[in-house]
């Protein structure tokens, strides 16, 4: 183990990595910060920038650009009320406050060290429960892995979508799209419509971009948005507005804790993320406030809280997806996209067949976060002009990007054309409140899906009680079902209570 | 009668797709459903269909959640559908020209094109950015990626 650990050290602390990781967190924090763009977006655009990088330095700057955008979304939220991400919208409850106090500068730094301490936090758990989990994973067979995937995606099929039904209707549809090209134990060929472009399946990344990227200013065209607009920053006397004082950051040091571990409890299950991670951080910290009516005017626990509990999911989020090979959130699907492109197969053979690298990812995340103190300071400086890019120019250039990132991974035009396909079809996916995310996951998860239930019907015989026999696979197939049947009573009750 | 007639038409849609799936597109494209290859599509569609009917019912007895409002960040006007069509439409040629007239006059076209689309009408920062990205994008992925950009058949003729 020692061994291992330094080899991971010797291969991750490297000067070039620590380069990467830092210009993941300050492309993040600055596409975060800019309203109309999120990380994930930012991410898919990445990945295609990182193809011939090593995977270590291609992974610590995608995860560092994931961190990043969680905390730039603050930027926007605390400066002008209009959160750059949907996770940083419980920020802005007490963040914007702050700032027509002319205390912007505190807020925003009391949100960076939140942030930060949640990332450790959450990074920490990463590395403790990951080799465990993993060691457990191992002892699964085809028939418990099928059965773990299906709960999995019945879980995640909530991610983005109006309804329980829209969320399984678009995981299916992203089952039956991973089905397209060479069958993964035949190599016949399905739906390849004789098409040699599509023999080896949907391109991911040009998908990708297109469900989440194209799609999405579409979307925005069709909503309409309201350019965001530098106001002049309203002036404290107060020699302290600006920087967060040693009594204010031990006063809130409590509720960062209690929701670095709600953070990361909710990034450890899939299907829950970081906009409930953040308003769940919020609530738990007015209601254990001594001072609740306070929240909402600008009171500090009301940013620290949301802050900590957003940034704890990312760490905590990559435990379901090293360990099991299962992506809990969009950016975490993304993520795991860009593993893939990079050679590596997320799940529990991870830990085995690349420790040094999973290793040395760990010890580069928690490095990171201390960059996390550093590079986003300028932002606050320069948070209001650059917040507020109009989206007229900023989206051709998005778009732009989109094509030459479907293209620039494989050198396939045939890519941008797929790439365009899934933008319009993302953007008629949100149109029917259907949900991408939740497609786009089991796009990923469909191959895994699918050998998995194949080799365990082949130890059967063909018989598919081998599900319900082995306990563990019954289990997994029972909460699946349970998992359905609890969210479609759910909606039924709310929609009553309506 | 039908309470929410867009998730009726998506229902009855769904359906009607996973049933030209299952007579012609999986046989044909796939193999016999009761073969190993097919397992999984079948299922799969088998599955839609299933849900699709499902949606289909419960638009018939259940009426649209009305929206709560727009979010703070989207409360501006919205472009018309034959804009949005147009932004397509350009993404679109872009996609299928690349292959033409090659990376630099393809984006530049589609660059100016998109930015009047949004409403931008001075030249200078149009082409500013759109040279600017156009710049960035080649020497990120010609210059320090090593991954080439289309040059287009055309430009290739006009360059021999």
Known sequence: MLETLAVAASQALTLTNFFGAALGIFLGSLLGAIPGLNGTMAIALLIPVTYTWSPLFAIAMLVGCWKGSVYGGSISAVLLNAPGTPEAAATALDGYPLTKQGKAGKALKMALYASVIGAIFSDGLLMVASPPIAALALMFGPAELAMLILFALVVVADTGAKSQLKGLISTALGMLLATVGLDPITTQQRFTFGSIDLDAGIGLLAMLIGLLVMSEVLVQMEEGWREAHAEAMVKSDDPNASRVTWPELKGCLGTIFRSSILGSFCGALPGVGSITAAFMGYDQARRLSKHPERFGKGELQGVAAPEAANNAVCGAGLIPLVTLGIPGALSAAVIMGAFMIHGLAPGPMLMVEHPETIYGLFMLLILSDFFMLIIPLPLMKLGQWVVAVPRAYLFPVILALCVIGAFGTHQNLFDVKVMVFFGVVGYLMKKWELSPAALLIAFILGPMAEVYLRQALKISGGDPSIFVTKPLAALFLALALGAIVWTLLRNRRSKKTA | ?160
């Open chain 2, 1 to 160: 009668m039908i309470q929410n007639r867009m998730d009726f038409k998506l229902g009855v849609g769904l359906a009607v797709f996973c049933v030209f799936l299952l007579v012609y597109l999986i046989p044909k494209h796939v193999g016999p459903l009761n073969e190993a290859d097919a397992l999984m599509p079948t299922l799969v569609t088998g599955f839609i269909l299933l849900l699709g009917l499902l949606l289909a019912v419960q638009a018939i007895r259940r009426p649209a959640e009305k929206q709560h409002g727009a979010e703070s960040h989207s409360s501006g006007q919205g472009s018309r559908w034959y804009t949005i069509a147009f932004v397509v439409l350009i993404m679109a040629a872009y996609a299928w020209l690349l292959d033409i007239t090659g990376f630099v006059f393809t984006s530049l076209g589609a660059m100016v094109a998109l930015f009047m689309v949004f409403g931008v009408k001075r030249w200078l920062p149009i082409l500013a950015i759109s040279l600017g990205t156009l710049g960035g994008l080649y020497l990120c992925f010609d210059i320090m990626l090593g991954a080439p950009l289309p040059v287009g058949t055309l430009v290739e003729t006009f360059l021999e």
